[in-house]
């Protein structure tokens, strides 16, 4: 596999939406895993965090542990009434070098990371603060978002949200994006040049083609006579 800084170029160079297609239409975060700061671009290898609910004392470990590059990845199990992360992270993250931090889910201090270029998403913002009790598991499988982000996984984020690519797949994935870019490229040049979307992508041959096929998936077997 290429380096890091070699697959974070690639990465980035591909939109999210390019991604998802690439997975499958698949490995997207849920719709309100929002950026809240100035730079909506990141891309890395994830380090996973699962927390006690609303309790922050394993975020600050793990962020001084967090290797430059990573994508710092917290299951706080969609809690929205407590913040999970704030100001001091943000700038104490961006200053370690990381790609970004995902939080599913508050934060505070709002004002403040919406002037960072440090990219923090996240689904929610509220005042209030977490407390600092309980030991959490760092590095292990964890949800968030609606998705499963193993410890390696790379996690890209843009304007449009957060994809997670499984690290088994993320050859494939690369090489399947820069072709749908090359496709998405040659259908913007022809819609450009005046022809019709529907001619490009040949609804009318597709519609002609489900016509003839039965309209419920179980229909298929009527003449199954193993059955």
């Given amino acids: 596999m290429k380096n890091e ?12 939406a390019i991604l998802s297609d690439a997975l499958g239409k698949t490995g997207a975060m849920d719709h309100d895993m ?10 890395g290898p994830a380090v996973t965090l699962r927390i006690h609910t609303a309790d922050i004392l394993m975020i600050g470990k793990t962020l001084s542990s967090c290797p430059k590059g990573s994508v710092l990845v917290i299951d706080g199990q ?5 913040a999970l992360w704030g100001g001091a992270t943000t700038t104490c993250a961006r200053l370690k070098g990381l790609a ?15 002037r960072d270029r440090f990219p923090v998403f996240a689904r929610a913002v509220v005042p209030n603060a977490g407390g600092a009790e309980y030991a959490g598991e760092m590095n292990v499988p964890v ?74 998936p179980q229909m298929r077997f009527l003449d ?4």
């Fill in 224 to 227: 199954d006579t193993n059955l």
């Fill in 143 to 216: 949800q968030c978002g609606g998705m499963v982000v193993n410890p390696g996984d790379w996690v890209v984020g843009d304007e449009d949200g957060v994809v997670v690519v499984p690290v088994a797949r993320l050859t494939a994935v690369i090489e399947t994006g820069v072709r749908l870019v090359e496709v998405e490229n040659k259908i913007d040049r022809a819609i450009r040049s005046g022809k019709d979307l529907g001619s490009i992508l040949r609804y009318d041959e597709k519609l002609a083609r489900k016509s003839k096929e039965a309209f419920l």
């Fill in 100 to 114: 970004g931090v995902v939080i599913d889910g508050a934060i505070r201090d709002v004002a403040v990371i919406r």
């Fill in 78 to 82: 969609g809690e929205l009434n407590t």
């Fill in 5 to 16: 800084s070699a697959i974070r170029k690639q990465l980035l160079a591909l939109k999210t």
């Fill in 34 to 43: 929002h950026c809240f700061s100035a730079n909506h671009r990141m891309a």
